[in-house]
Nanobody, 121 residues
Framework: QVQLVESGGGLVQAGGSLRLSCAASGRTFSRADMGWFRQAPGKEREFVAA???????YYADAVKGRFTISRDNAKNTVYLQMNNLKPEDTAVYYC???????????????WGQGTQVTVSS
């Protein structure tokens, strides 16, 4: 079974930066698709970014130009670099793994436990 271990969440001021990490195990990582989703209080889970096994990337309009998703196959790890953070970015961020997955939550098979990101004004 796939296990995803996340780290890097925390409290930052608006305009600051944060990098989230997600380490995967239990499945071949190099050909897996990886995604980041977030869920704010009272809101539905929304797509943030994805990187396919081919390294093609996708971003939600709300984060494009500010967030960067990347992967290190040698470390079985995916990253989300978040720059110029805004209060509306405050949410629990989840790492996900799938095959043939991109921008919808139901395309992914495995999920991390989530990490809290809080952006103050």
């Amino acid at each position: 079974q796939v296990q995803l271990v996340e780290s890097g969440g925390g409290l930052v001021q608006a305009g600051g930066s944060l990098r989230l990490s997600c380490a995967a195990s239990g499945r071949t990582f190099s050909r897996a698709d990886m995604g980041w989703f977030r869920q704010a209080p009272g809101k539905e889970r929304e797509f943030v970014a994805a990187i396919r096994w081919s390294s093609r990337t996708y971003y939600a309009d709300a984060v494009k130009g500010r967030f960067t998703i990347s992967r290190d196959n040698a470390k079985n790890t995916v990253y989300l670099q978040m720059n110029n953070l805004k209060p509306e970015d405050t949410a629990v961020y989840y790492c996900a793994l799938g095959v043939g997955a991109q921008g919808s939550w139901n395309e992914y098979d495995s999920w991390g436990q989530g990490t809290q990101v809080t952006v103050s004004s």
